[in-house]
T-cell receptor
Protein backbone atom coordinates (compact mmCIF):
# COMPACT_ATOMS: atom_id res chain seq x y z
CA UNK A 1 0.00 0.00 0.00
CA UNK A 2 1.70 3.14 -1.29
CA UNK A 3 5.12 1.52 -0.82
CA UNK A 4 5.23 1.49 3.00
CA UNK A 5 6.06 -2.06 4.04
CA UNK A 6 5.02 -3.43 7.39
CA UNK A 7 5.76 -6.88 8.69
CA UNK A 8 4.58 -9.14 9.91
CA UNK A 9 1.02 -8.71 8.74
CA UNK A 10 -0.24 -10.74 11.67
CA UNK A 11 1.58 -11.43 14.92
CA UNK A 12 0.43 -13.67 17.76
CA UNK A 13 2.10 -13.49 21.14
CA UNK A 14 1.42 -14.92 24.57
CA UNK A 15 1.13 -12.64 27.55
CA UNK A 16 4.55 -11.66 28.82
CA UNK A 17 6.36 -12.11 25.50
CA UNK A 18 7.88 -9.36 23.39
CA UNK A 19 6.43 -8.10 20.13
CA UNK A 20 8.53 -6.44 17.43
CA UNK A 21 6.80 -4.67 14.58
CA UNK A 22 8.78 -3.48 11.59
CA UNK A 23 8.16 -0.68 9.14
CA UNK A 24 10.12 0.21 6.03
CA UNK A 25 9.16 3.67 4.78
CA UNK A 26 8.60 4.63 1.18
CA UNK A 27 11.73 5.33 -0.79
CA UNK A 28 12.89 8.86 -0.16
CA UNK A 29 10.85 9.25 3.03
CA UNK A 30 12.77 10.04 6.17
CA UNK A 31 9.85 10.48 8.58
CA UNK A 32 7.98 7.64 10.21
CA UNK A 33 4.81 7.69 12.30
CA UNK A 34 3.24 4.88 14.31
CA UNK A 35 -0.48 4.73 15.08
CA UNK A 36 -2.53 2.22 17.03
CA UNK A 37 -6.08 1.18 16.25
CA UNK A 38 -7.83 -0.58 19.11
CA UNK A 39 -10.87 -2.71 18.21
CA UNK A 40 -13.85 -0.62 17.12
CA UNK A 41 -11.89 2.61 17.52
CA UNK A 42 -10.13 5.18 15.39
CA UNK A 43 -6.40 5.46 14.99
CA UNK A 44 -4.38 7.08 17.75
CA UNK A 45 -0.98 8.66 17.20
CA UNK A 46 1.84 7.01 19.13
CA UNK A 47 5.22 8.29 17.99
CA UNK A 48 6.97 10.28 15.28
CA UNK A 49 10.56 9.53 14.33
CA UNK A 50 13.17 10.74 11.95
CA UNK A 51 16.36 8.83 11.27
CA UNK A 52 18.04 8.16 14.64
CA UNK A 53 15.75 10.62 16.43
CA UNK A 54 12.46 10.46 18.29
CA UNK A 55 10.70 13.75 17.55
CA UNK A 56 7.36 13.30 19.30
CA UNK A 57 6.44 10.38 21.54
CA UNK A 58 3.49 12.03 23.24
CA UNK A 59 1.17 9.15 22.31
CA UNK A 60 3.37 6.32 23.54
CA UNK A 61 2.42 4.47 26.72
CA UNK A 62 4.99 5.26 29.38
CA UNK A 63 5.96 1.67 30.01
CA UNK A 64 6.79 -1.36 27.87
CA UNK A 65 6.63 0.49 24.54
CA UNK A 66 9.61 1.81 22.63
CA UNK A 67 10.38 2.81 19.06
CA UNK A 68 13.46 3.38 16.99
CA UNK A 69 14.37 4.35 13.46
CA UNK A 70 18.03 3.55 12.96
CA UNK A 71 20.29 5.03 10.32
CA UNK A 72 20.08 1.77 8.42
CA UNK A 73 17.12 -0.56 8.34
CA UNK A 74 13.44 -0.34 9.20
CA UNK A 75 11.72 1.42 12.05
CA UNK A 76 10.89 -0.91 14.92
CA UNK A 77 8.03 -0.63 17.39
CA UNK A 78 8.79 -2.84 20.38
CA UNK A 79 6.34 -3.92 23.02
CA UNK A 80 7.77 -5.73 26.00
CA UNK A 81 5.80 -8.06 28.30
CA UNK A 82 2.68 -7.84 26.20
CA UNK A 83 -0.76 -7.88 27.81
CA UNK A 84 -4.19 -8.60 26.37
CA UNK A 85 -4.91 -4.89 26.05
CA UNK A 86 -2.08 -4.53 23.54
CA UNK A 87 -4.16 -6.45 20.97
CA UNK A 88 -4.70 -3.97 18.17
CA UNK A 89 -3.78 -3.05 14.64
CA UNK A 90 -0.57 -1.04 14.47
CA UNK A 91 -0.12 1.17 11.44
CA UNK A 92 3.02 2.83 10.24
CA UNK A 93 3.05 5.85 7.95
CA UNK A 94 5.91 7.62 6.26
CA UNK A 95 6.31 11.05 4.74
CA UNK A 96 8.88 13.26 3.11
CA UNK A 97 10.32 16.17 5.11
CA UNK A 98 7.45 18.47 6.11
CA UNK A 99 5.26 15.63 7.23
CA UNK A 100 2.83 15.58 4.34
CA UNK A 101 1.37 13.64 2.80
CA UNK A 102 1.54 10.53 4.94
CA UNK A 103 1.36 7.16 3.25
CA UNK A 104 0.24 4.22 5.33
CA UNK A 105 1.32 0.61 5.38
CA UNK A 106 -1.19 -2.23 5.55
CA UNK A 107 -0.74 -2.56 9.31
CA UNK A 108 0.28 -5.31 11.69
CA UNK A 109 -2.52 -7.09 13.57
CA UNK A 110 -1.22 -8.04 16.97
CA UNK A 111 -3.13 -10.68 18.92
CA UNK A 112 -2.27 -11.57 22.49
CA UNK A 113 -3.27 -14.99 23.77
CA UNK B 1 -7.12 21.20 21.89
CA UNK B 2 -7.24 19.32 18.62
CA UNK B 3 -10.22 17.12 18.11
CA UNK B 4 -12.08 15.48 15.25
CA UNK B 5 -15.67 14.37 15.69
CA UNK B 6 -17.53 12.03 13.41
CA UNK B 7 -20.94 11.91 15.02
CA UNK B 8 -22.31 9.19 12.77
CA UNK B 9 -21.12 5.82 14.03
CA UNK B 10 -22.87 3.74 11.39
CA UNK B 11 -24.79 4.55 8.24
CA UNK B 12 -26.68 2.08 6.11
CA UNK B 13 -27.94 2.94 2.63
CA UNK B 14 -29.21 1.12 -0.40
CA UNK B 15 -27.10 1.09 -3.52
CA UNK B 16 -27.42 4.20 -5.71
CA UNK B 17 -28.45 6.41 -2.81
CA UNK B 18 -26.36 9.48 -2.03
CA UNK B 19 -24.78 9.59 1.41
CA UNK B 20 -22.98 12.30 3.37
CA UNK B 21 -20.48 11.59 6.11
CA UNK B 22 -20.05 14.41 8.59
CA UNK B 23 -16.80 15.62 10.11
CA UNK B 24 -16.38 18.46 12.59
CA UNK B 25 -12.98 19.50 13.88
CA UNK B 26 -11.49 21.70 16.58
CA UNK B 27 -8.12 23.40 16.41
CA UNK B 28 -6.48 26.56 17.68
CA UNK B 29 -4.23 26.77 14.65
CA UNK B 30 -5.09 28.92 11.68
CA UNK B 31 -3.08 26.67 9.40
CA UNK B 32 -3.87 22.99 9.18
CA UNK B 33 -4.65 20.07 6.89
CA UNK B 34 -7.78 17.96 6.76
CA UNK B 35 -7.96 14.44 5.40
CA UNK B 36 -10.32 11.60 4.61
CA UNK B 37 -9.21 7.97 4.66
CA UNK B 38 -11.11 4.81 3.73
CA UNK B 39 -10.60 1.52 5.54
CA UNK B 40 -12.23 -1.35 3.64
CA UNK B 41 -12.93 -4.72 5.29
CA UNK B 42 -9.45 -5.90 4.27
CA UNK B 43 -8.08 -3.42 6.80
CA UNK B 44 -5.66 -1.18 4.93
CA UNK B 45 -5.95 2.60 4.98
CA UNK B 46 -6.61 4.27 1.68
CA UNK B 47 -5.91 7.98 1.32
CA UNK B 48 -8.81 9.86 -0.31
CA UNK B 49 -8.13 13.57 -0.01
CA UNK B 50 -6.06 16.25 1.70
CA UNK B 51 -7.22 19.84 2.00
CA UNK B 52 -5.32 22.75 3.52
CA UNK B 53 -7.04 25.38 5.62
CA UNK B 54 -6.55 28.14 3.07
CA UNK B 55 -8.42 26.37 0.36
CA UNK B 56 -12.18 26.31 0.93
CA UNK B 57 -13.06 25.29 -2.58
CA UNK B 58 -15.21 22.24 -2.73
CA UNK B 59 -13.66 19.30 -4.51
CA UNK B 60 -15.18 16.62 -6.68
CA UNK B 61 -13.52 13.39 -7.75
CA UNK B 62 -15.84 11.10 -9.65
CA UNK B 63 -18.63 10.07 -7.29
CA UNK B 64 -16.85 11.63 -4.31
CA UNK B 65 -17.15 15.25 -3.23
CA UNK B 66 -16.00 17.20 -0.22
CA UNK B 67 -17.48 20.31 1.34
CA UNK B 68 -15.05 22.30 3.50
CA UNK B 69 -16.61 25.10 5.56
CA UNK B 70 -14.28 26.94 7.90
CA UNK B 71 -17.13 28.93 9.42
CA UNK B 72 -18.62 25.76 10.87
CA UNK B 73 -15.33 23.83 11.19
CA UNK B 74 -16.71 21.06 9.04
CA UNK B 75 -15.29 18.92 6.27
CA UNK B 76 -18.08 16.69 5.03
CA UNK B 77 -17.75 13.92 2.49
CA UNK B 78 -20.50 12.93 0.06
CA UNK B 79 -20.68 9.79 -2.03
CA UNK B 80 -23.08 10.08 -4.95
CA UNK B 81 -24.83 6.99 -6.29
CA UNK B 82 -23.25 4.74 -3.69
CA UNK B 83 -22.05 1.27 -4.59
CA UNK B 84 -21.54 -1.89 -2.56
CA UNK B 85 -17.75 -1.43 -2.93
CA UNK B 86 -18.06 1.82 -0.99
CA UNK B 87 -18.82 -0.21 2.15
CA UNK B 88 -16.00 0.61 4.55
CA UNK B 89 -15.05 2.62 7.60
CA UNK B 90 -14.28 6.22 6.73
CA UNK B 91 -12.00 8.36 8.86
CA UNK B 92 -11.65 12.10 8.92
CA UNK B 93 -8.32 13.44 10.25
CA UNK B 94 -6.65 16.74 11.14
CA UNK B 95 -3.00 17.75 11.08
CA UNK B 96 -1.74 21.06 12.42
CA UNK B 97 1.21 22.99 11.05
CA UNK B 98 2.42 24.23 14.41
CA UNK B 99 5.16 22.12 15.96
CA UNK B 100 5.78 20.76 12.49
CA UNK B 101 5.28 17.17 13.57
CA UNK B 102 2.61 16.38 11.01
CA UNK B 103 0.88 13.88 13.27
CA UNK B 104 -2.69 13.06 12.37
CA UNK B 105 -5.62 13.32 14.76
CA UNK B 106 -8.33 10.92 13.65
CA UNK B 107 -12.04 10.87 14.27
CA UNK B 108 -13.69 7.70 15.53
CA UNK B 109 -14.76 6.71 12.06
CA UNK B 110 -18.10 6.16 10.34
CA UNK B 111 -18.97 2.67 9.19
CA UNK B 112 -20.82 2.84 5.90
CA UNK B 113 -22.78 -0.17 4.73
CA UNK B 114 -24.14 -0.07 1.20
CA UNK B 115 -26.71 -2.77 0.56
CA UNK B 116 -27.45 -4.08 -2.92
Amino acid sequence: NAGVMQNPRHLVRRRGQEARLRCSPMKGHSHVYWYRQLPEEGLKFMVYLQKENIIDESGMPKERFSAEFPKEGPSILRIQQVVRGDSAAYFCASSPPGGQPQHFGDGTRLSIL
Amino acid sequence: AQKVTQAQTEISVVEKEDVTLDCVYETRDTTYYLFWYKQPPSGELVFLIRRNSFDEQNEISGRYSWNFQKSTSSFNFTITASQVVDSAVYFCALSEFSGNTGKLIFGQGTTLQVKP
